[in-house]
């Protein structure tokens, strides 16, 4: 058994088979899953795990060299945004509408789908490299 990072044997084996430029999404329990892509569902009951939690743990467990999110976050759910803002320190942000959001979540490697309520509580992380 692990010691520490991240337990959860699917998250965990998606972060060790990141390559450079590569995408994860972070949802909430609404956003669509597109075709073809992998979804991680750790959703257990509206608002468990939250979005937040999600992306902490993933702080914790992966390089992450820009965060995209939604433009609409930055009216529609100030909260959300300004914990992404603080957790994510100096990491670029690129803002989309949230129809270009969910175009490009058809790149990701897979969505991890949270328990998220709350309105456009998603991210797309993209991979850094630690050298």
């Known amino acids: 058994m692990k010691k520490k990072g991240m337990l959860n044997s699917h998250i965990s084996k998606l972060l060790s088979d990141l390559g450079h430029t590569d995408q ?4 909430d329990a609404g956003l669509p899953v597109p075709e073809g892509v992998k979804k991680i569902d750790v959703a257990l009951t ?9 992306l902490n ?6 390089v992450i060299e820009e ?3 939604a433009q609409e976050i930055k009216v ?3 909260e959300k945004h300004k914990q992404v803002k603080e957790l ?4 670029p942000i690129t803002y989309v509408t949230h129809e270009q959001f969910k175009s490009l ?4 490697k897979a969505i991890i789908r949270t328990g998220e ?8 992380l993209r991979s850094g490299v630690f050298f």
């Open 88 to 91: 994510i320190n100096d990491t």
């Open 46 to 54: 509206p608002g468990t795990p939250s979005f937040i939690e999600v």
């Open 67 to 69: 965060v995209t999110l």
């Open 76 to 78: 529609d759910n100030t």
């Open 57 to 62: 743990a993933l702080i914790d467990d992966m």
């Open 24 to 27: 994860i999404v972070i949802a």
């Open 117 to 124: 309520t709350t309105p456009y509580a998603n991210c797309i």
């Open 105 to 108: 979540s058809k790149q990701a």
